[in-house]
């Protein structure tokens, strides 16, 4: 039997490589260790190499010592050989060197799936593909919706679990902190859209009409739609970046342990903060859009704020002011599931939390569009 052994330092990882009739003993010595990285690169580096045709056992009883890198670099050297040809296994392994062996254990890469010939079809499947996307996200809103009413049930049946600390600070969260940003965006926004409007009636010498126009617009539509976008991508994207955060931690977890409900505790005060801060917002922003659009008349119109005030007065009723803020519950509502949903579906990493967020804002600003579309039909049915 010929007998080719690595020289080593005590302690050193190193090799013993004994060659007989039916094969090859690997007998390992030393510490296989982080510590001994270089050492225990070169022993694997003279496994590989002499590896005969046939049969090696790697005999693990002379291991002083296993750690994860060791049994990671043994076993990448396993796979290289049973890739050249040859019948590897293992023998005099401790029980704990074992279960470090599986779990570290090399696995052939996966190759790529093949890639499939495009077709004609395929714009047809991936819309398909898409609404049934659409279709599931539906369903799995009114599930959580579901799940919400059930919470305020609840929350309503013993009024003492309710967090009332929670909800003052999310409408000052959302009301009071957002009321700066949003009302200066509606009060450009009316001085745009009024300036472009004086600019288009000076042609027919109608400027004054540009007070039904944006006394109007901004009450039924622009206000709410304005207010409900903004809180969509300032308070949503917090709620699903706050609940996707202590996914991510393990804290809703730790909330079920406890006993407690996550419903109850986290999303029924977030959703009912929103559902009464979003009509007050919007209320704030009808007035600031209404005085951009007042100043604007004065500077490009020529019309006097008394003049704004009393035409206004005329034109618009309490309809007008309750039709733009009846959708903003439901604009909330919306706004609430979408964001709570998408945070409960973060997983453990910071790219997820930043995917989902951003799905969170697109998703509310597409919702809250197409239901304000859905009233603006639903009014105009009822010709309101």
């Given at each position: 039997m010929a007998t080719d052994a690595s020289t080593r330092r005590d302690g050193a990882a190193g090799i013993a490589l004994e060659r007989g009739a039916d094969g090859v003993r690997a007998r390992l010595a030393g510490r296989w260790t982080a510590d001994q990285a270089p050492a225990v690169e070169a022993a694997a580096d003279r496994l590989v190499r002499g590896g005969a045709d046939g049969r090696m056992v790697i005999d693990l009883a002379g291991l002083e010592r296993l750690d994860t890198l060791g049994a990671w670099v043994l076993?990448?050297?396993?796979?290289?050989?049973?890739?050249?040809?040859?019948?590897?296994?293992?023998?005099?392994?401790?029980?704990?060197?074992?279960?470090?062996?599986?779990?570290?254990?090399?696995?052939?890469?996966?190759?790529?799936?093949?890639?499939?010939?495009?077709?004609?079809?395929?714009?047809?499947v991936a819309l398909g593909g898409g609404v049934r996307?659409?279709?599931?996200?539906?369903?799995?809103?009114?599930?959580?919706?579901?799940e919400v009413?059930?919470?305020?049930?609840?929350?309503?049946?013993?009024?003492?679990?309710?967090?009332?600390?929670?909800?003052?600070?999310?409408?000052?969260?959302?009301?009071?902190?957002?009321?700066?940003?949003?009302?200066?965006?509606?009060?450009?926004?009316?001085?745009?859209v009024t300036q472009q409007g004086i600019i288009q009636l000076q042609r027919f010498g109608a400027q004054t009409f540009v007070v039904n126009m944006i006394g109007i617009l901004t009450l039924r539509e622009l206000g709410v739609l304005l207010t409900s976008i903004m809180v969509a991508g300032r308070s949503g994207s917090a709620f699903t970046a706050e609940i996707?955060?202590?996914?991510?931690?393990?804290?809703?977890?730790?909330?079920?342990?406890?006993?407690?409900?996550?419903?109850?505790?986290?999303?029924?005060?977030?959703?009912?903060?929103?559902?009464?801060?979003?009509?007050?917002?919007?209320?704030?922003?009808?007035?600031?859009?209404?005085?951009?659009?007042?100043?604007?008349?004065?500077?490009?119109?020529?019309?006097?704020?008394?003049?704004?005030?009393s035409r206004l007065q005329n034109v618009i009723t309490?309809?007008?002011?309750?039709?733009?803020?009846?959708?903003?519950?439901?604009?909330?509502?919306?706004i609430?599931?979408?964001?709570?949903?998408?945070?409960?579906?973060?997983?453990?990493?910071?790219?997820?939390?930043?995917?989902?967020?951003?799905a969170s804002v697109v998703k509310s600003i597409f919702m809250v569009i197409v239901l304000d579309g859905l009233f603006a039909v639903f009014f105009a049915a009822l010709d309101v």
């Open positions: 076993e990448r050297a396993r796979g290289d050989l049973e890739q050249a040809g040859r019948s590897v296994v293992y023998g005099g392994a401790a029980p704990e060197h074992r279960i470090l062996l599986r779990e570290v254990g090399y696995r052939e890469p996966e190759a790529p799936p093949p890639r499939r010939p495009r077709s004609l079809l395929d714009p047809v996307r659409l279709g599931g996200e539906v369903l799995a809103g009114i599930a959580f919706l579901g009413v059930a919470g305020c049930l609840r929350v309503m049946a013993r009024p003492r679990t309710f967090r009332g600390a929670a909800l003052v600070n999310q409408m000052q969260q959302i009301a009071f902190n957002g009321t700066p940003i949003i009302m200066l965006i509606a009060f450009l926004v009316g001085c745009i996707g955060s202590m996914r991510m931690r393990e804290e809703v977890d730790a909330l079920r342990v406890m006993g407690l409900d996550p419903i109850e505790i986290l999303i029924v005060p977030r959703i009912l903060a929103l559902m009464l801060a979003l009509p007050l917002l919007a209320f704030l922003a009808d007035l600031a859009a209404l005085a951009g659009g007042a100043l604007t008349s004065l500077l490009y119109g020529g019309l006097s704020v008394d003049a704004f005030l309490f309809r007008h002011v309750a039709i733009g803020l009846i959708k903003a519950p439901f604009m909330a509502l919306v609430g599931i979408i964001a709570s949903i998408e945070g409960f579906a973060v997983a453990g990493s910071a790219e997820s939390l930043g995917r989902h967020v951003t």
